[in-house]
């Protein structure tokens, strides 16, 4: 069955940085779209920035452009979120998502889900 395990979350300081990992196991890794969302306190899940299944094409919320960076490696069936500038607002549970189509901005698009992983921006 399709496996997605999200790692790297965990306590930072405004203005840090982490990278979040989501290592996927039961799909075709090369063929599938990769999306990371993340759900707040309260809040609905937000979509925060989609890869296609090569890499080549990328889309990002406004709230993480140019502090966010998406990345995959097929080889090693892969999906990366390199977080820069993080701020308190960021603070949420981030999920990775895959589908076996082109990348998308909906989570109602993605058909498999991990389990989550925290990331606390303290101020």
């Known amino acids: 069955q399709v496996q997605l395990v999200e790692s790297g979350g965990g306590l930072v300081q405004a203005g840090g940085s982490l990278r979040l990992s989501c290592a996927a196991s039961?799909?075709?890794?090369?063929?599938?779209?990769m999306g990371w969302f993340r759900q707040a306190p309260g809040k609905e899940r937000e979509f925060v920035a989609t890869?296609?299944?090569?890499?080549?094409?990328?889309y990002y919320a406004d709230s993480v452009s140019g502090r966010f960076t998406i990345s995959r490696d097929n080889a090693k069936n892969t999906l990366y979120l390199q977080m820069n500038s993080l701020k308190p607002e960021d603070t949420a549970v981030y999920y990775c998502?895959?589908?076996?189509?082109?990348?998308?901005?909906?989570?109602?698009?993605?058909?498999?889900w991990g389990q989550g992983t925290q990331v606390t921006v303290s101020s």
């Open positions: 998502a895959a589908r076996r189509s082109y990348y998308a901005r909906a989570d109602s698009e993605y058909a498999y």
């Open positions: 039961g799909l075709t890794f090369t063929s599938s779209a």
């Open positions: 890869i296609s299944w090569s890499g080549g094409g990328t």
